[in-house]
């Protein structure tokens, strides 16, 4: 059993930066971010592949978002900057301890740690 404990997140004007942590308590083959805006489907941000320090994006947040791993705090970070009101929604953290073939399959994850509020205003 793994728990993820998030923090961060909050509101800022357009352009602004956030930071997003998740801590985890034990081994974990993948981390990831999803997002959920209100009405639409969860979405996937970006993942961390432990075993490799595989780092994957979203289209939508590439050269914006930067994912990390702080592996002596075992602690997935994403730094969020130069962001937008698309960005608005629920942000959460998921991990899985094997193999996954698609990162953004939401189903697949075994853990997630409690969603926290990015609201980016115009």
């Known amino acids: 059993q793994v728990q993820l404990v998030v923090s961060g997140g909050g509101s800022v004007q357009a352009g602004g930066s956030l930071r997003l942590s998740c801590a985890a308590s034990?081994?974990?083959?993948?981390m990831a971010w999803f997002r959920q805006a209100q009405g639409k489907e969860r979405e996937g941000v970006a993942a961390?592949?432990?075993?490799?320090?595989?780092?994957l994006y979203d289209d939508s947040v590439k050269g914006r978002f930067t994912i990390s791993l702080d592996s002596v705090k075992n602690t997935l970070h994403l730094q969020m900057n130069s962001l937008k009101p698309e960005d608005t929604g629920m942000y959460f953290c998921a991990a899985r301890q094997t193999y996954l073939a698609s990162w953004r399959s939401s189903n697949r994850y075994t853990y997630w740690g409690q969603g926290t509020h990015v609201t980016v205003s115009s």
């Open positions: 034990g081994y974990t083959y993948v």
């Open positions: 961390f592949l432990n075993s490799t320090g595989g780092i």
